[in-house]
């Protein structure tokens, strides 16, 4: 097995939630090797879909691909605001 790291970061600058998830990329994986194929695209595509449902308006997922890693920013404004009226 080749080196691998996953690093998480979770914070919350005021009301905001931030989340940094970062993590290796084997050599399958990394971009120059997989001639156009957006493999997980998607998982990104469908996590999009749900903050949008849950979070309109209030969220940013922001992603990046390097060489040899993969970083997903996620921001929730006003997180701890209530996501529904339990009534």
Same mark, same amino acid.
């Given at each position: 097995? $080749?080196?691998?790291?996953?690093? @998480?970061?979770? %914070?919350?600058? /005021?009301?905001?939630? *931030?989340? !940094? @998830?970062?993590? %290796?990329? /084997? &050599? &399958? $994986? !990394?971009?120059?090797? =997989?001639?156009?194929?957006?493999? +997980? +695209? *998607?998982?990104? $595509?469908?996590? =999009?879909?749900?903050? +949008? @449902? ?12 390097? %060489?040899?890693?993969? *970083?997903?920013?996620? =921001? @929730? $404004? ?8 339990? +009534?």
């Amino acid at each position: 097995l $080749e080196q691998c790291w996953l690093r @998480i970061d979770v %914070s919350r600058p /005021g009301r905001d939630l *931030l989340i !940094k @998830i970062e993590n %290796s990329l /084997g &050599e &399958e $994986e !990394k971009p120059e090797e =997989k001639n156009g194929n957006n493999n +997980g +695209g *998607l998982g990104l $595509e469908n996590v =999009k879909r749900r903050l +949008g @449902i849950v979070y309109p308006g209030k969220h940013e997922l922001r992603t990046e691909a390097a %060489s040899d890693s993969f *970083l997903l920013v996620l =921001k @929730i $404004e006003d997180a701890h605001a209530p996501l529904y009226d339990r +009534g």
